[in-house]
């Protein structure tokens, strides 16, 4: 209808180069709505500045963000390739719930078969978690860790209410330790999957933008 609003936006926000090329060339072809793929940079100060920077653009007034990319599991029985979406986001500064989790486990189960998708607490840390530490974080009941997706969630929340949600892969877990990602098959596998998972994330938005009953 002439002069109705434009959807709201989805911001896809990843932090490493690797990721942004996995989730690129995923894109091609692939319809979805309005969005903007954008590289944060490493680490929650810098998810925090690129979000809050982004979120201040007027052509993304009110966008739903997702955080994706990868991360460290940290149950037992997590590999290389499965998929954590969040139920929500932890940090030192607290906790985002996120939204329509149920719809996303569904879309990438049916999108990805015979790929294991987790469901719990995503936890946010400010370096690389190794050896020990992991288990102190999974103590928390924690699935798994990254540095970005907390700070990124809490960042957009912080700017206005909107829909937040997270969805990694897992490119390394307590029995498959990684030195550097891409260098052996686990962090290929993710690279895989990283790669497959943008329709999920545009059926999650589109069901955003559908009338609430």
Excluded: Q
């Amino acid at each position: 209808m002439d002069g109705a609003p434009a959807p709201a936006p989805l911001l896809i926000a990843c932090a490493l180069g690797i990721e942004h090329l996995a989730l690129r060339t995923g894109a091609r072809g692939v319809p979805g709505g309005p969005y903007r793929l954008v590289r944060t940079g490493m680490g929650p100060k810098a998810a925090e500045r690129s979000v809050a920077g982004h979120l201040a653009d007027p052509a993304l007034a009110g966008a739903a963000v997702l955080a994706t990319g990868f991360c460290a599991g940290l149950a037992p029985g997590t590999h290389p390739g499965d998929l954590i979406v969040a139920e929500e986001t932890r940090d030192t500064y607290g906790t985002v719930p996120c939204e329509g989790t149920e719809l996303l486990v569904e879309e990438l189960t049916r999108l990805l078969p015979g790929r294991t998708v987790h469901t719990g607490p995503l936890t946010g840390s400010d370096h690389v978690v190794r050896g020990p530490e992991r288990s102190a974080l999974r103590a928390t009941g924690a699935l798994a860790v990254d540095m970005e997706s907390a700070a990124t969630l809490r960042t957009a929340s912080g700017a206005g209410a909107r829909p937040v949600a997270a969805v990694r892969v897992v490119v390394d877990a307590p029995e498959h330790e990684l030195v550097r990602i891409g260098t052996v098959r686990g962090g290929i596998s993710a690279f895989r999957v990283l790669r497959s998972v943008l329709p999920a994330f545009f059926d999650w938005h589109r069901s955003l933008l559908l009338p609430r009953r």
